[in-house]
């Protein structure tokens, strides 16, 4: 049986204890620790914990892990750095505090990084989500010439000024892990810290589901269902949008669930561009058409208690 | 008279804004301070990672006293007149001006203002905040709750005037005397005295303020650490900026990769580690040939010597050679012609197709260039089919820079010409004033069809250049061209050569949607041949029912155009020959309209200048001019033109008969030289005019009283002007 006292937890030897140190990290720090959103996204950021709550007044702390897909990085789990399904650690903090490097920092020594003998700096890379209607000014931050996490100070969400200002900050922790690991691909990475025959590696969960993937994301999906899904989850995102619109004046009642939809278009349009169907010409239209869903559920958001609206 | 110090401490800059922003800070504070009255001795910037700095030395304690007068109204104006003078010299009422007697106009008011010197400490309150509200950044940001923009968040601000706090706060920022070191080694707050100060305790705590000096000990670290290895640095001044820009304390550390990778092109290495990870790398001296070890600048003292950092920098630098290694790998396995219907994918410009229908094009265009430029037209079609297809393969997608080298690369890997493959790298130059224009004449055949091919394209959809914007790049290309042809001797029309690639794509539009079947009508015209009428016929057959529009517009359209694109060639060659001394006024002088041969355009300038630095020419050019004038007076004054041949038999003096003889015997040598493209002979035959002009001048009276003789000599006189014509318009030349 096991000891009823936890093990101390080995960053460097685990990837689920580096989870979980980021976790106890931004915890101690009071985020809200949030679970995965229970949708495909292409990046934490779709979370509606952090689109969403980017806008509008009130303060708001949160953290969590997001399980990432982008379906054109399928590389069959032939590459040992690309993956279509990866995971990254989001933290967001509103208003953007003014330590919030040194917070960041913090929590790197925490996972082992030690700043002594690693040479940690923020170099200039801005973002921008086209299909978010969405920029910021930042960083990306390396280690040892590693690029180990995105540093963003959001300016506009869906078009709309964030005020005040969130920092958010996106750790890549398959590559994190590998860098405290010191292995160099990816299905080599310790899973669970046990040896022996009780190692799990990342192999182990997740390769087969990159080869299933892979296939499903570059020749199997159905592009004339695919398309069907895109025109209706776009149909139902402005659907849900005017039946819960009670006037200018009046609170919306239905932002989330059609922001779900909007979030739901933007993975099928991803879909639709691995299996090579949308041209260069299409693909920007495609990209506005979800980008105006986006848009408009951000202007709804900020018209509900927690956007502020009240 | 005392220092300032003023310090900007913020989150880490974009390494390339850095300069340009202390720069910018200098100029702004120093402009304030200047429009405040204030002197001072000199100002100087730094600027890094973090902190902007400014000192000025020698800066004034106190602004000067001003004294103004200025005069009102008349005493008893009406009080519209006095209020508006109140309000503009600043007095709270008419008692406080003084009443000037003045017999003659009657007594009126003056305002005497009298403005004491301020301390400077209160001015620079003033001046700093209004100087970081409005800086000038490229890109800047809010953060938190603030409304403050700055390129990161600010978190500082150190201000000392003569070694006091100059106290202000902006958004909440409080200057102060404080400042912070190395993000890592000294990360304490600590106090300054003044600039001698401030520079060694920041060296203390490991800053180096200077960017200069931080170049110069990473470029000595990195010729030492070569040299150390028996090797040479690969040097990189925007490299060496950059990492400047990114490090407080540069440390120079050096690590090494596979021998394996070195089979990869070397310039796809150098790309790869300078892109992505910002190191430098190595090459044998002797041989040339690149290393397997690169040089990287860290920004930390490890107590561990370095070892886990290069460790680190070595395993990324790995898997981005990895990646190199398996595109270079991957690319091969397919030919640059299996690759074309890939360009279908990408979209030149909206109004001008896909890349695919371009490489089309520019077969075609490089076929018909060819005989023109000494290119063999079969080589040229292929190397004008290939030129653009690497754009698909894994490592140009990865390294947007590469384009044009990899395709050289891959063509010569599947046995391409060499003329060939090496025309699919040159065809892109020259990219820059500094860059070499391609000498084979295959690629000469690819780089000329490419850039014609542009520019005919964004006339045809009126996407020309306006003022400092110039989004498509067309003045280089037209550049381009110029050099191209100059440089290597070219005969070459440019009106002759766009004519049908204008007709074409200005009739793009026209043909709607059916651009499949528009497309092969490109197959229809040829420089040899082309023929407006003959165009409008074969549009007119493909596409005759919906082409009511195209009838009514064509010509019009296609010859506006393309005087427009004719006369911007004129002025990008105009720009070229005045940076290259030319006379601005002398190209004026030979470029007509019509001119469309840019190596005859030049020979002409030239041959011109030569003449007009010989006695002959520069008082023919005084007879030309006074002929001139003396025509434009007498056309005003009669109100009319005296052009039409002079009549032999109202010739009275020799002089006459003389003057009309040589303007006919030059004007018919002078065509004839000029028909053989000798401007020398063109200019002689013109020199033989001095002497009877000259005579003519001195001995016959033009505004004779009987009107049919001063007809007759103005008519003459008007002669001149026509027969120099010939060479060069005069009247465009100064002096």
Same mark, same amino acid.
């Given at each position: ?19 979980? *140190? ?52 399928? =590389? ?33 020594? /925490? ?11 923020? *170099? ?125 004046? &009046? ?54 208690? +927690?956007?502020?609206? +009240? | ?32 301070? @200047? ?7 000199? $100002? ?6 973090? =902190? ?34 109140? =309000? ?22 003056? /305002? ?8 400077? &400490? ?31 968040? #600010? ?18 920022? @409080? ?34 303020? &200077? ?17 150390? $290895? ?39 290495? *150098? ?6 990870? @910002? ?22 003292? +490890? ?116 003329? *060939? ?27 000329? $069809? ?58 793009? @539009?026209?043909?709607?949607?059916? #651009? ?23 549009? =007119? ?35 070229? #020959? ?34 007009? &630095? ?108 026509? +027969? ?12």
């Amino acid at each position: 049986m096991a000891d009823a006292k936890p093990a101390p937890l080995r960053p460097g030897k685990s990837f689920q204890d580096l989870i979980l *140190v980021l976790q106890q990290y931004w915890a101690a720090y009071g985020c809200v620790l949030l679970q995965p959103y229970d949708m495909e996204v292409g990046a934490g950021t779709f979370h509606p914990a952090t689109t969403l709550r980017a806008l509008g007044p009130n303060p708001w702390n949160a953290a969590y892990v997001q399980p990432s897909r982008r379906p054109t990085d399928g =590389r069959y789990g032939e590459n040992p750095n690309r993956l279509q399904h990866y995971y990254q650690y989001q933290v967001i903090l509103k208003p953007s505090p003014p330590d919030i490097q040194d917070l960041y920092l913090k929590s790197l020594y /925490a996972i082992g990084i030690d700043p002594k003998n690693h040479d940690i700096r923020f *170099v200039e890379d801005d973002w921008e989500s086209p299909t978010l209607g969405a920029w910021g000014l930042g960083w990306e931050v390396w280690c040892d010439g590693m690029e180990v996490s995105q540093f963003t100070y959001f300016q506009q969400v869906g078009g709309f000024d964030c005020v005040p200002v969130s920092g958010e900050l996106t750790y890549g922790l398959e590559r994190l892990a590998m860098y405290c690991q010191g292995v160099d691909n990816v299905y080599d990475l310790n899973f669970n810290g046990r040896e022996g025959a009780d190692k799990v590696t990342y192999g182990d969960v997740f390769l087969q589901a990159e080869q299933e993937y892979s296939r499903h994301n570059f020749e199997y999906a159905d592009t004339g269902r695919l398309l069907q899904h895109f025109r209706d989850a776009e149909a139902e995102c402005k659907a849900l949008l005017e039946a819960g619109a009670r006037g200018e004046e &009046s609170l919306h009642e239905c932002v989330l669930p059609a922001y779900d939809q909007c979030i739901k278009a933007s993975h099928i349009f991803n879909l639709l561009d691995a299996r090579g169907v949308i041209s260069v010409t299409e693909r920007q239209a495609y990209i506005l058409r979800v980008r105006d869903l986006a848009k408009a559920c951000c202007g709804a958001w900020l018209q509900t208690e +927690a956007g502020g609206g +009240a | 008279m005392s220092d300032l110090l003023l310090e900007l401490f913020s989150e880490e800059i974009p390494a390339g804004m850095q300069a340009r922003a202390g720069e910018d800070l200098k100029r702004l504070v120093t402009d304030g301070l @200047k429009s405040a009255g204030l002197e001072f001795a000199s $100002a100087k910037n730094f600027a890094g990672p973090r =902190r902007l700095t400014l000192v000025i030395e020698g800066l004034a304690d106190k602004s000067p006293d001003i004294s103004d007068e200025r005069k009102g109204p008349r005493v008893g104006a009406p009080d519209k007149a006095i209020e508006g003078f109140l =309000r503009g010299a600043g007095l709270s009422s008419i008692d406080e001006a003084v009443v000037v007697a003045d017999e003659k106009k009657g007594d009126f008011y003056v /305002a005497r203002i009298e403005k004491p010197g301020r301390p400077t &400490s209160d001015i620079l309150t003033e001046v700093i905040p209004a100087v970081i509200r409005q800086f000038p950044w490229p890109k800047s940001q809010r953060w938190g709750s603030g409304a403050l923009r700055w390129v990161r968040p #600010l978190h500082s601000i150190l201000c000392l005037f003569g070694g006091k706090t100059v106290g202000f706060d902006v958004d909440g920022i @409080k200057s102060g005397n404080e400042t912070r070191g190395h993000r890592f080694m000294a990360p304490d707050a600590f106090e300054v005295k003044d600039f001698a100060d401030y520079e060694k305790k920041l060296r203390d705590a490991f800053v180096i303020l &200077s960017a200069g000096e931080r170049e110069e000990i990473i470029l000595n670290g990195a010729r030492v650490a070569a040299g150390d $290895a028996k090797l040479e640095l690969v040097e990189d001044t925007a490299l060496l900026a950059e990492n400047a820009g990114l490090v407080e304390w540069p440390v120079v550390l050096s690590g090494t990769f596979d021998e394996e990778f070195l089979s990869v092109p070397p310039e796809v290495i *150098v790309t790869a580690i300078r892109k992505h990870q @910002k190191c430098f790398s190595l090459r044998d001296g002797t041989s040339g040939r690149l290393a397997n070890a690169f040089i990287l600048v860290s920004n930390l003292m +490890a107590e561990d010597g370095g070892k886990a950092i290069i460790a680190g920098n070595e395993r990324v630098i790995r898997a981005r050679l990895s990646d190199a290694k398996f595109f270079w790998d991957q690319d091969r396995k397919v030919k640059l012609e299996e690759r074309l219907p890939e360009l279908e994918g990408i979209i030149f410009h909206e109004k001008l197709g896909t890349q695919a229908e371009r490489v089309e094009r520019l077969k075609k265009l490089a076929r018909e260039l060819a005989p023109l430029v000494g290119a063999e037209p079969e080589k040229a079609e292929r190397a004008g089919a290939l030129c653009k297809a690497d754009l698909v393969t894994d490592m140009v997608v990865e390294f947007p820079d590469l384009q044009g080298l990899m395709g050289r690369y891959y063509a010569f890997d599947q046995d391409e010409a060499p003329e *060939v493959a090496s025309a699919i790298e040159e065809h892109y130059r020259p990219q820059g004033p500094n860059d070499a224009v391609p000498e084979n004449p295959v690629a000469i055949a690819v780089a000329l $069809a490419d850039k014609l091919d542009t520019l005919v394209g964004f006339w045809a959809i009126d996407e020309k250049p306006t003022g400092s914007k110039d989004p498509y790049a067309l003045r280089r290309a037209a550049l381009g061209v110029i050099r191209i042809v100059l440089e290597n001797k070219l005969r070459l029309g440019i009106r002759h050569a766009v004519r049908p690639e204008l007709a074409f794509q200005i009739s793009r @539009k026209y043909a709607l949607d059916a #651009l499949e079947p528009f497309g092969a009508l490109h197959d229809l015209i040829s420089i040899e041949s082309f023929d407006p009428a003959e165009w409008m016929r074969i549009f =007119r057959d493909a596409f005759g029912d919906v082409t009511a529009d195209f009838e009514k517009e064509f010509s019009e359209v296609f010859v506006q155009t393309l005087g427009g694109l004719l006369s911007f060639f004129h002025d990008r060659l105009k720009v070229y #020959l005045r940076d290259r001394g030319a006379r601005h006024d002398l190209i004026d002088a030979v470029i007509s309209e019509d001119a469309d041969d840019l190596l005859m355009i030049v020979a002409r300038v030239e041959a011109l200048g030569r003449f007009l &630095s010989t006695d002959d020419g520069a008082n023919l050019l005084a007879g030309v001019k006074r002929a001139t004038n003396i025509i434009r007076i007498e056309e005003k004054k009669d109100k009319r033109a005296f052009d039409g041949a002079p009549d032999v038999a109202l010739f009275q003096q020799d002089e006459e008969k003389v003057l009309a003889t040589a303007i006919g015997d030059a004007s018919d040598s002078a065509a004839a030289a000029v028909e053989n493209e000798d401007f020398e002979g063109a200019m002689a035959a013109m020199a033989k005019l001095r002497a009877p002009v000259d005579a003519f001048f001195d001995h016959v009276t033009v505004n004779a009283d009987d009107s049919a003789l001063r007809e007759n000599r103005l008519k003459l006189l008007n002669r001149i002007r026509e +027969a120099t014509l010939a060479v060069a318009d005069f009247s465009k030349i100064e002096g």
